[in-house]
């Protein structure tokens, strides 16, 4: 037993020492004081883990050849009941920790939550079942994605994605039109819209005909192989970065489009839609926009910080 632990303690000091040496190669080009902040937080970091964490931390390195602690931060896609999330987790948390993690992620309980490894072709690889390792112990890449399943039999499937499950309000249109307080009575009074007086087909024609107009010149300005950002109309929402390959019309839908390639698989296919190809892109990282929403200039491709657990 006392062997079996000086071997257990030389892996992790092993292991350590090496895992410094990488990222001070990394920090090499940063400041002395910078450098010096890093590594005592690297060390601090280590030193905070529990003897039983380093011990399987250790086993895992010299018993399983396949598992990997060189990128402590992996990119995985979390998928449940139909909702997608790309997420980044540490290569060192425990599987227990990870499914607390993903309890509020998935509304699936640690207790019962099952997970399921799949590669980034999405075929599966392996499931997830052992609390006490750590998740560097599972061959993990990035972009492989964990499926969450809930093993409970008892707890009713879709009850937070099955909109058909909520009960909603309903009214004839004869009798909406009778009330006095409805959006349609107020725009009514105030002649608002398409009860404006004047107001006629030709008018909204004339509105959609400006606006056409309005993308056509936007267009013009943005030249394919131009680096962009696409404007995110959620409150708090990134922006995604990525490089111009496609300005013009689309057999899709009417107006002016540009097709972009995302840095990052946040995208929803590769340059083709409905059997049309109008650029190339790999799968996941292309996407259209509507000009008023791409913004052109200097924006490098990011460069994350990956001392945080998770973005």
Known sequence: MREQEN?????????CWSRLCRR????NNLAIGQREKRIVKLQI????????????????????????FSNA???LFVSSEGVTSERRFDKGITIAALK????????????SMRISLFSKADAPVCQIDDNERMLGFYPVEDYMRLHVTDSNPHRQKGAFTDVSLVQKFEISEDEYNKRSDSVRAFKQRMKLGRFADGASDAGASTAGSAADDAQQE?????KVGDRCQVVVDDVGGM????????VGLTKFKPGY?????????????????GGERYFEAKPKYGVFARPNKVEVGDFPEEDFDFDDDEM
């Open 73 to 75: 931060i992996v990119k």
């Open 45 to 68: 970091n280590w030193l905070g883990i529990s003897s039983k964490q380093r011990h399987k931390m250790a086993a895992s390195i010299l018993f399983n050849p396949t598992g990997s």
């Open 257 to 273: 489009w540009v097709g972009i390639e995302y840095d990052e698989p946040l995208g929803k296919h590769d340059g083709s839609v």
């Open 239 to 246: 922006a995604k970065r990525g490089v111009v390959k496609f």
């Open 7 to 15: 071997v257990l303690q030389i892996g992790v000091v092993t292991h």
């Open 100 to 111: 607390d993690r993903l309890e509020p992620i998935t509304g699936v309980p640690a207790g």
């Open 218 to 222: 936007l267009a013009e300005k943005i």
């Open 24 to 27: 001070v190669d990394k920090w």
